[in-house]
Every structure is written in C-alpha cells, then in structure tokens.
C-alpha cells in the first residue's frame, strides 16, 4: 500500500468523524489488502479519535501507561539539557587532569592519617572504664570475718 493511500484514508477519517460516523469496516477493508502493520495504526488512531470525541477527553491516565500521551519538549527543557551537558563535559575535562603527580601522591597522607588515628584510639580511651580486681567484686563477703573467730 503505498503512503498517499494512507494519507488519504487517514484524512477521509478526520473529516468523516466529524460530520458522520465512521465504519471501522470500511477502513479494514481499504487498509487489509496489503500491509497489515499499517491496519493496527488507522485502526488505533480511529479508537483513539473516536473516545476523545465521544467522552471529551483521553480515557485513563494520560501522562502514565504503555498508550500515554507523549510530553511536549519545551525550548527551556532543551535549555536545561544543553547546561548539564556542558556542565558534565568540563567536570569530566577536570577529572581527567590530576592535580598531583603519581610520586607526589605516593604516601602523601601517611602522617596526617597516622595522626587521626592516633586522635581516635585516645578518645576510644577516655571513655574506657576504669581496671577492677576480684577482691573488689567479693569484698562485701568479708563483712562478718574477725581475727578472733
């Protein structure tokens, strides 16, 4: 079938809707000849156009599901792309640049990191209580206990 046919149908459609109900039948048997793939299309765009006129909208959820309405790409959404990838090709141009040599980042940190541990291990320390001995834990035994008895 070749796309004038289509085109032609699909406009025959558009305008018939309007002024007198449209036969799905009709359109089946113009499109089956051929090409079946481009039945399915005329055949969704018939329901579809069908249901916003009768019901006065798009039935369901129009923004969400495997038939929803596609959103419109605004001149500030192309804006917006256009900065954050300009914004991610100088990060990775940074990135790709280091800022020390390999020798200079060689153990660069050792003392400051030995530092910190060091700072970590006395606070751990601090909080740690104080030695008890046995005598300390049974020393309420030896309430009663006299050199004499």
């Known amino acids: 079938m070749k796309t004038h046919v289509v085109h032609d149908v699909c406009e025959r459609l558009a305008t018939s809707c309007l002024l007198r109900p449209w036969t ?22 018939i329901m579809f156009l069908t249901l916003s006129l009768l019901r006065k909208g798009i039935p369901g959820k129009q923004w969400i599901g495997k038939y929803r309405r596609p959103r419109q790409i605004t001149w500030q959404m192309k804006c917006n792309t256009l900065k954050n990838l300009e914004r991610e090709a100088e990060n990775e141009y940074w990135i790709s640049r280091p800022y020390m040599t390999r020798e200079q980042e060689h153990s660069h940190a ?40």
């Not at 799905?24 to 765009?45: C, E, G, M, P, T």
């Not at 309420?140 to 006299?146: A, C, D, E, F, P």
Request: proline letters at 2%; charged letters at 25%.
């Open 24 to 45: 799905h039948s009709a359109v089946i048997a113009v499109i089956k000849r051929k090409h079946l793939k481009q039945l399915d299309l005329i055949y969704s765009a």
């Open 110 to 149: 050792a003392e400051r990191r030995a530092q910190a541990w060091l700072k970590i291990k006395e606070n751990k320390f601090l909080n740690f209580p104080q030695h008890k001995h046995m005598t300390d834990h049974l020393s309420h035994l030896r309430v009663t206990k006299t050199w004499s008895s």
